[in-house]
């Protein structure tokens, strides 16, 4: 791809363009217990066996509860304009319904106002994963009942917090949860059946539709919507049985949540071949499911291709891949957002994440991570190509701000543009983070002026 100076890539997004770097909640801020915080589902799947790839949880994860000061520091230093990061349910809700902990409210209401007084708008994530164990108790997201809990939850969020965030997102990657949770159970909370990873799904949507509902009742003035993991699917070979899984897989992945969003319908091949697995649909599921948004968060790291009879194999394209074996596709990114663009009558598309983990070796307290940082140059530059031919997009998002707890793959894999060392919590911006700052125009230390 044709790079152009960092300068003239920063000059050809318009100036209110949204740049921000992101977190999640169990993956970075430790104190499980603190506070009156109550179990959740990854706190459970973390302490079965065999679960995460070096044993590890999210007990400490980067202490950010506790250096939350500092780390909003470091975020301003930045120069970013935008935070992205996700409440704990059970950190505000211990059993996910019930009582709320006023000392869970008080952290991110900190957080929020941290933000504030730094200059840097927060974007909220209601829901990354981490659902109050109490519920999974009673069936988790397979159970409809837990719909009208997340709308409590999202209220309650809302009355504290919704006259200061700029948006909120209800869910974090339906997909990774409803697939990778339930039917391949490599994520919390670990299950194995197609039928629940649908129910699951399916009140994913819902509950983001009634939340939505609810919150623009209340008169909630923040922008409104979900970020969906979505990738292009493309066929291994020209031929008709690879074509043909190929839709069927963007149908799973992608057109199995944007159509109900976006058309008030199900897929119907994906219905038909999901058969007695489909979702439970009830009348009006579907409408509530539409209600539109302001915003679509996509969160891209690569492409996705698939055969017919057995698994694509990532070595045989050549492409040079990141630490987690994920293909390095920049233009896949354009493609996706033309398509949507095309297909959908979609808001304003934000990218919510994009990275990569590196090796990243820390030399004399400096971490060269030039893989990383052209990465993000030329995923900034994938998206830009998409606005040039006329997607509107509203900003861009860096996953993420610092090494943090990479779920089943534990702490080993690293996507910060901010190192961790986790036996100290030492923070060291990479020369990613370094460069992110130049390209942003933030203000740059005179010792590093040159
Ligand atoms: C996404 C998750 C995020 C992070 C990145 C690498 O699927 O939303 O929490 O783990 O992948």
């Known amino acids: 791809m044709h790079l152009r100076s960092d300068a003239d890539l920063k000059a050809s997004f318009p100036s209110d363009f949204v740049w921000g770097v992101a977190t999640s909640a169990f993956q970075i801020e430790g104190a499980h217990d603190a506070d009156g915080k109550g179990p959740s589902i990854w706190d459970t799947f973390c302490a079965k066996e065999g679960t995460i790839a ?35 349910w059970p950190r505000v809700q211990a059993l996910g319904s019930g009582a709320f902990n006023s000392k869970g409210l008080d952290f991110y209401e900190r957080l929020v106002d941290g933000l504030l007084a730094r200059g840097v708008a927060p974007y909220l994530t209601l829901n990354h994963w981490d659902l109050p164990q109490a519920l999974q108790d009673q069936g988790g997201w397979a159970a409809r009942d837990t719909c009208d809990r997340f709308v409590d939850y999202a209220l309650a969020m809302h009355q504290r917090l919704g006259d200061r965030v700029a948006s909120i997102a209800t869910h974090n990657e339906p997909w990774v949860m409803s697939i990778l949770g339930h039917e391949s159970g490599i994520f919390a909370p670990g299950m194995k059946d197609r039928g629940i990873a649908m129910r699951v799904a399916h009140h994913l949507m819902l509950s983001h539709g009634m939340a939505l509902r609810a919150l623009r009742v209340q008169g909630c003035t923040a922008k409104l919507g979900i970020v969906l993991n979505l990738a292009p699917v493309q066929a291994a070979t020209d031929s008709a049985q690879d074509k043909a899984k190929a839709h069927l897989e963007d149908g799973l992945l992608l057109r199995l949540y944007m159509d109900p969003m976006f058309r008030a319908s199900y897929p119907q091949d994906v219905m038909e071949h999901l058969g007695m697995d489909a979702p439970p649909v009830q009348a009006g599921d579907l409408d509530i499911i539409a209600t539109p948004m302001d915003f679509l968060g996509i969160n891209y790291y690569s492409r996705s291709v698939v ?14 891949l990141t630490e987690m074996a994920w293909e390095i596709y920049p233009q896949g990114l354009t493609e996706l957002l033309l398509r949507l663009h ?25 971490i060269h991570d030039a893989d990383r940082q052209h990465y993000l140059q030329t995923h900034i530059a994938a998206v830009q190509a998409a606005m040039a031919q006329g997607v509107n997009m509203g900003g861009y998002m860096v996953w993420s701000l610092m090494d943090n707890f990479e779920w089943a793959s534990g ?28 390209f942003l125009g933030a203000q740059v230390p005179a010792q590093r002026a040159a």
């Not at 017919?308 to 492409?319: I, K, M, P, T």
């Open 307 to 320: 055969r017919a009879e057995g698994q694509w194999d990532v070595h045989s394209s050549g492409l040079p």
């Open 411 to 438: 702490y080993a894999k690293r996507f910060g543009i901010v190192h961790v060392d986790y036996a100290t919590q030492k923070r060291t911006l990479k020369d990613s983070a370094l460069w992110y700052r130049q």
């Open 54 to 88: 070096d044993k590890s949880d999210g007990k400490e994860a980067c202490a950010h509860y506790r250096l939350l000061e500092p780390d909003l520091d470091m975020i301003a230093s930045l120069g970013v304009n935008a935070y992205r990061f996700s409440a704990s």
């Open 342 to 366: 095309r297909d959908y009558p979609v808001p304003t598309l934000l990218i919510t994440e994009n990275g990569g983990a590196f090796k990243d070796p820390l030399t004399q307290g400096r």
